[in-house]
């Protein structure tokens, strides 16, 4: 593993060697036992949008790892003044050990890594967010001790979270049923890809329109904002549009007795998820939050630790 770009591009051995170190790293953290895999490296952070949860993991993780992280936003570098993307690579690389990326175009993402010398990591863009489903399948794990088997159901946008998700059953052998409003279903390349993974491990990825059909038995319910980061203006249509997609009691009663709720957040209570279920008992989404560090640094440790 050379990059984290997509889940489509690691192997399933890659997938459950992340999850393992995962779990191994978050007990020793748990515990007190410090591992500076990563003493004196450098991750530089590029952010082109917002972010809490990925900002905050990467740059804690990278300090647990004995390691420095720097905070690069667009508005200050001059990537967003027009620098090139082959430019910035090439620089960066003389400078710091790994690459964390949040932009908009998956492009940018794969030039960084085809022109750099160093790891670069996906931390979200329109198409995908991998770190986030890497996340979310260590979590499920936590609660359920397996994932294999398992069934995992998405209602809402088809988005960049949808996407890395399906790559994640596919290599974990999970079900997933994705309930979408119609014109708001996933990528056809990302279905396309997920569905010839999901051939080869025996899940079974469904899609439709119906969100009860799709929460039917899930172990899993998994939601996310209506409106992505840049799509601030479809907000008011969108809202209208996703009536019916909330994750809600009515719907939870779908899913298995003893299903998990949750989102990669940030969340909009009461739009796609209502306040009595991401405030409840079955709701993971702290856990999952947390989870983040855990599996980042796992990530950053195969692909920036000695080893490399
Ligand atoms: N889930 C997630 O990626 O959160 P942030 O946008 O806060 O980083
Ligand atoms: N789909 C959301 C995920 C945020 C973590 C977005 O792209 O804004």
């Known amino acids: 593993m050379k990059h984290l770009i997509t889940l489509k591009d690691i192997t399933t051995d890659e997938f459950h060697d992340i999850l393992k170190l995962t779990e191994k790293l978050k007990y020793e953290n748990k515990n007190g036992i410090t591992h500076h895999l990563l003493k004196g490296k450098t991750l530089g952070m590029i952010f082109a949008k917002s972010s809490t949860r990925t900002r905050i993991s990467f740059e804690v993780g990278m ?39 949040r932009t908009f175009d998956q492009k940018d993402v794969e030039d960084l890594a085809k022109y750099g010398q160093i790891p670069v990591i996906n931390g979200l863009t329109d198409l995908t967010h991998p770190c986030q489903a890497l996340t979310d399948m260590f979590t499920i794990y936590e609660e359920k001790g397996k994932l294999e088997g398992l069934k995992l159901c998405y209602v809402g946008d088809g988005n960049n979270m949808t996407h890395s998700l399906l790559f994640a059953c596919a290599h974990a052998g999970m079900d997933m049923s994705v309930a979408t409003p119609k014109g708001f279903e996933c990528d056809p390349q990302i279905v396309e890809d997920a569905l010839a993974m999901a051939k080869k491990s025996g899940s079974k990825l469904v899609f439709t329109n119906d969100p009860q059909e799709a ?56 739009y796609e998820v209502s306040a009595d279920v991401i405030d409840s008992p079955c709701s993971k989404v702290f856990d999952e939050a947390e989870n983040r560090l855990h599996t980042q640094k796992a990530v950053m440790a195969m692909l920036m630790g000695q080893q490399n």
């Open 63 to 101: 300090y647990q790892l004995g390691g420095h992280a720097l905070f690069l936003n667009t508005n200050d570098i001059q990537l967003g003044r027009g620098e090139s993307i082959y430019d910035t690579a090439n620089v960066l690389s003389r400078f710091i050990d790994g690459i964390m990326i």
């Open 215 to 270: 929460a039917a038995g899930a172990d899993a319910v998994y939601t996310d904002t209506w409106v992505s980061m840049g799509q601030e203006r479809e907000k008011a249509e969108k809202v209208k549009k996703f009536d019916g997609f909330q994750v809600n009691k009515e719907l939870m009663a779908h899913a298995a007795p003893d299903a998990i709720f949750l989102h990669c957040l940030p969340a909009y209570r009461g």
